[in-house]
């Protein structure tokens, strides 16, 4: 037997948002992996990075990563979309570890799904204009139709828990009313903050539509990765170590966090 | 054989102090136990503790504690006298990994170095009026006889990189004249910074005379301390991963820290 102790197995998930949407990735990971540690980072002080040009988004997810190394990391989700698209082949390129975005998940689940080939998107406004999801898509399958549709108010729904306001629901019936027409049988939930309303999306679209969330795809991707590749952490009693970093106040964000994650978080301030 | 992977030898050790002074500490774990990753907390931002009551600096070195065990540290160095007097029992009570503090390694080194029973402090003014070591010396020894002298310009001499100009000369010869005519055979360089003005200090105080480093004595202690409890990290490749946190701004901390260090030092500021 090779004495070599290997440590990799036991490194932490680095993941990185804008914000807090990526908490529902980490939410999943507590589900779908319960004894891997996280190290979170939320960008706090710069989001949205919807509105920046991409090479300096690129910028901050390499500078946010470059963090991420120092806590002994061994998978880089890059839980933003905007990060995701404004650099994913280049983060691959500059780790030796695996990275994982927010988009690609999502999509093979879908592609997978869809028994009639017509899928809806949904995202905010920079997400659906980008066209991210309908490249990445027509990468898989240049047969399935697509139908995506901005919906700027959800992200603001969520965070100010509103979910379950009547207003929630009109506004949501009224997104996604094009998309119950063009009878999608598959729906990508094309924003790490959906996964906190999919009990409404449902009610709106119906018990008989795939629901496809970019988190749990994530975690299930991570989750074969680490088997693959050997990673999976072993279930011995090394007790998990859950770390949160923001570059903004830790306040709002430790507020918003125990709402998404339904318990206590202490997040650190970071300044790089 | 136990299949559990034992991975408390790969963790890093966690080293605080209120400022710069403790990276001579790091110096010492680079050169005696280099295969050791480093977890380094300047407490900037709110230094000096010196003029600080002991409770408040308790908290702050709790705070600290705290952050550096995000960091999966199987030892924590209090590499600062004002926190090691404000507490040290108390953080070992609240800690399930061994504490070394900066005082007691250089002590017992003292104590077991001197032939003739005289042993001369160096310290801050802070430091030597608390009269820490001499209660930590006269615990170990009570027929030994201390002199101790405050001297508060030796920081700044160090930090301001004026160790070779001809004042800190004379002012180094003046501090030290009185344990010289006292004939003590040991001094303990009971600050942190004085490490990296041994040269002077042994011009001043000649050859025969044992110069006690805490830095050095205390990564002595921890390698020890390594040894007998099966917690040194085995020389397999895996990277060390040494991280720096400052509580204020990084730019000074990383300028004085190459200059300690004799390598580029990258911080990270972070806010509680």
Known sequence: MNN??????????????????????????????????????GDTARMPYGPRQHDEVRRFALEII???????VKLVVVACNSATAAGLPYYREQLDIPVIGVIEPGVRA??????????????????????????????????????????PLLVLIVENNLVKTPEALRVTEE?????KEEEVDTVILGCTHYPLM???????????VNLISSAEEIAREAKEIFTFEGLLRPLNPVKVN???FVSGKPSIFEEIGQRFLGKPVKAYQVIF
């Open 198 to 208: 999919t009990d409404l999306i449902r009610e709106v679209m119906g018990d008989k």
């Open 66 to 72: 470059e963090f991420l190394q120092t806590q002994e």
């Open 110 to 151: 879908a592609v997978e799904a869809t028994q009639n080939g017509r899928i809806g998107v949904i995202g905010t406004t920079g997400t659906i204009s980008s066209g991210a999801y309908e490249r990445d898509i027509r990468k898989l399958d240049t047969s399935v139709q697509i139908f995506s549709v901005a919906c």
């Open 175 to 179: 997104y996604l009313s094009p998309l």
């Open 4 to 41: 070599e102790t290997n440590i990799e197995p036991y490194k932490a998930v680095g993941i990185l948002d804008s914000g807090v949407g990526g908490l529902t990735v980490v939410r999943e990971f507590f589900h779908q992996l319960p004894y891997e540690s996280i190290v979170y980072f």
């Open 242 to 244: 859950h770390r949160f």
